[in-house]
């Protein structure tokens, strides 16, 4: 009787152990840029948005695998992943963002930039926050040709994306995200919340206003009644 060979499915772990251990704004901006961009993207099935979610890259060899800050990708499903698959998914990131430090930036120059390069990652941003090492903190890079090329900055630094539609703008120590058709910026976690407070705060005292109204045009029915019965 022959044996059937026994395969060993291979692990890809979701987690490295270790808690993201940066500053409070790196860890602030890139929740800023994931919210942003998942809002953008909302009613659009098929662009997938994540960030500091790990991407593996070669079937089979779970060494091979990148932890990206910001991504997006184009025509894939949106859902929920654990992991991002590349052969399972058949389509590398559109584009990468990574909030760069000054631990992190050898990796995010080096190794991360060739290995986007070699993925086909359209557009790779850096944005160096604190202002530690990269100078301007704000940099990209755009595939051509099969590799990346610097893009060339506006006179106030802003870069375009040619695959979001949007222009990257720094704002002090912040990174802005900027419709280019709209020139309307893409709001910040706080931002939203407080618009979402003020929307509310005005429904709310539209609502006492006509309260108030229907209140006074009762009180002048009665008086008018009153009136007429010659009370």
């Excluded at 890139?30 to 919210?35: P, Q």
């Excluded at 893409?186 to 005005?202: C, G, T």
């Amino acid at each position: 009787m022959t044996a059937i060979p026994f395969r060993q499915e291979v692990y890809y772990p979701e987690s490295d152990g270790q808690p993201m251990g940066e500053t409070d704004s790196h860890r602030r901006e890139m929740t800023d840029l994931i919210e942003a961009l998942e809002d953008r993207y909302r009613n659009d099935p098929q662009i997938y948005v994540a960030g500091n979610l790990f991407l593996y890259y070669a079937e089979g060899d779970p060494r091979a695998v990148i932890c990206p800050d910001v991504f997006m990708v184009r025509g894939v499903a949106k859902r929920p992943r654990r992991t991002y698959k590349l052969w399972e998914e058949g389509r590398a990131p559109s584009m990468v963002i990574e909030v760069t430090s000054r631990d992190t930036r050898r990796e995010d120059f080096s190794q991360k930039k060739i290995c986007y390069e070699r993925l086909g990652v359209e557009e790779y941003f850096l944005h160096d926050p604190l202002g530690e090492y990269l100078d301007p903190p704000l940099q990209g890079f755009r595939l051509v040709d099969g590799y990346y090329r610097s893009m060339e900055p506006a006179s106030d630094g802003s870069l375009i994306s040619k695959t979001t539609g949007l222009v990257f703008r720094l704002e002090g120590s912040q990174l802005r995200l900027i419709d280019a058709a709209k020139g309307e910026p893409l709001l910040r976690i706080q931002e939203s919340k407080d618009e979402a407070r003020r929307e509310k705060a005005a429904r709310l005292a539209a609502e006492e206003r006509v309260r108030s109204l229907e209140e006074e045009l009762l009180r002048l029915r009665r008086e008018m009644e009153r009136g007429r019965n010659g009370g």
